[in-house]
């Protein structure tokens, strides 16, 4: 306690009087005392990954985890926890069974996994591969005909690279100090038909339209399924999303599958040196219809404040992910954090002025459609750019969705009159590291889906860690990629953002139009 009321008084030589009298130093020092010493994220986490299993929007998994997510903010004091529909997202997938192997000219297992929305094989399948070359739609005439039962390989060496870089960093001092220094930089109103015409250009191009048909040549031949790879699955990491289509009125896809560089290219070398490779693969999928709606969890700290208690400080994260690994820093990380500071708030008998209330999306992969869905019902239609009454009533947005690493500071997304805000709320949490504010902005993540409608969203400054090189979307994505220190210091300073809003006199402000 001694040690805020001293960094306060320094703060206040740098911080407006205005912004510094509203902050309560004995609520955070409780806040600061129940996330960093009596933390249950690490529980939490565990819940969402090792039990509930990889978490695709609207598969088996996201609904464990939902059902988990509603039952322990309930637990923990939250109200009207609710598994909330949002819209229609489509099909849900889960994957039942996988095996492949080298048969031939040896036997060797293989390290492979079958891309999200594919198909499977129907049973044990013995098949001989096929080199293939897709460079363009006159090449692939050649192999008309010639797909039954065969499993395709590209014909695209996939050239491993040695790095001396390390997987997990942190942010230097220099690179904070280069985020902190950034200046905005003038907005330029997006051009959505521009946006289309290079989207089509891209679905013109010679390989995209390649790979469409031979997938087609492939499901109406018979084939087995197709290999594919990239140069940085590598090192017993594989790095798969999508191979087919979520939404109800698509065909199912054939079985696509991703590999690592290792195995593949071995594969590759044998078939193109004339060696028969033969494989076996077996592989069981499933395709949820029964119900297409998308949904994300909602649940609520009720504000006390008679006038200011109707007014809502939102706090979110994506809880699906996709399903090679158990989307641990992506983003049980954001979503156990979220829970645990709902269970931080409610520990230390915090009593907000406004209501807390904590969104859990779902289908964030599949481009934030759980945030814009809620977003679009409940506070504004982006398409008709009307306001409502709780739009008016938003007092801000804090977003967790950059993996394990500990914050270091905050994105200001353009919003200058937040920065003498968030840098005194951040002075408690110097020592622990965070100090940066910045006026850029970090994109594709579920503030945006607030930001866009002009509501004042954020997304937390974190330190990268292995997010980018080992366990962004990849089969590494699991438990003990998690760092339970950086877990426990972001939900306590997440937790410090969320009440310091709700006890401001005023709303966040929101960003000038200019």
């Known amino acids: 306690m001694k040690n805020l009321v001293i960094k306060g008084f320094i703060l206040a030589a740098v911080i407006p009087f205005s912004v510094m009298a509203q902050l309560d130093p004995a609520t955070i020092q409780k806040i600061r005392t129940e996330g960093l010493e009596k933390s249950q994220v690490m529980d939490i986490a565990f819940n969402l990954t090792d039990k509930s299993g990889n978490r695709l929007a609207n598969s088996e998994g996201y609904a464990r985890a939902a059902n988990y997510a509603k039952d322990v903010l309930t637990k923990n004091g939250a109200v009207n926890a609710t598994i909330e529909p949002w819209g229609e997202f489509g099909k849900g997938w889960d994957l039942e069974k996988m095996y492949f192997a080298m048969t031939a000219p040896y036997y060797k297992p293989l390290l492979a996994w079958p891309k999200s929305w594919t198909a499977g094989t129907n049973g044990l399948k013995n098949a001989t591969v096929m080199v293939v070359n897709a460079k363009d739609s006159i090449t ?5 005909g010639q797909l039954k039962g065969k499993i395709i390989i590209l014909d695209q060496e996939n050239i491993y690279k040695q790095s001396f870089k390390a997987d997990a960093v942190r942010y230097t001092d220099e690179e904070l100090e280069k985020m902190a220094a950034a200046t905005m930089q003038p907005s330029r109103p997006i051009d959505t038909a521009q946006q289309r015409r290079m989207r089509e250009q891209m679905s013109r191009s010679g390989g995209a339209r390649a790979m469409a048909i031979l997938k087609e040549m492939a499901k109406e031949e018979g084939a087995v399924g197709m290999l594919t790879s990239a140069p940085r699955n590598h090192d017993g990491t594989i790095f798969s999303q999508g191979g087919g289509s979520y939404k109800a009125a698509d065909a199912e896809n054939f079985l696509d599958m991703a590999m690592g560089i290792e195995d593949y290219n071995t ?75 709902m269970r931080i708030l409610k520990a230390t008998g915090a009593q907000p002025k406004r209501t807390i209330r904590i969104g859990l999306w779902s289908a964030e992969e599949q481009g934030l459609l759980g945030s814009r869905g809620y977003v679009k019902k409940t506070f504004m239609d982006p398409t008709t750019n009307t306001p409502n009454a709780a739009h008016e009533k938003f007092a801000g947005y804090f977003n967790i969705d950059n993996g394990t690493g500990k914050v270091r500071g905050i994105y200001l997304q353009g919003n200058e009159q937040c920065g003498p805000i ?18 850029s902005n970090t994109g594709g993540t579920d503030h945006q889906s607030f930001d866009g409608v002009g509501l004042p969203g954020f997304q937390f400054i974190q330190d990268p860690i292995e997010y980018d090189t080992r366990t962004h979307h990849s089969n590494m994505d699991v438990y003990e990629h998690l760092s339970e220190d950086d877990l426990k210091q972001i939900a306590t300073i997440v937790a410090a953002f969320a009440y310091n809003t709700a006890q401001r006199d005023e709303k966040l402000p929101r960003k000038v139009k200019k």
């Open 140 to 144: 692939l005439q050649a192999y008309k």
């Open 267 to 341: 594969i590759l070398r044998l078939a193109k040196s004339g060696t028969e490779v033969n494989m076996e693969a077996e592989v069981k999928t499933k395709f949820q219809t029964k119900d297409l709606q998308g949904y994300n969890v909602i649940a609520e700290i009720p504000g006390t404040d008679p006038t200011l208690k109707d007014e809502v400080v939102m706090i979110g994260a994506h809880l699906d992910s996709w399903q090679a690994g158990t989307g641990a820093t992506d983003n049980a990380a954001g979503s156990s954090v979220m829970m645990e500071v």
């Open 422 to 439: 968030f840098k005194s709320w951040l002075a408690p949490f110097n020592d622990l590291g965070a100090k940066t504010v910045t006026i």
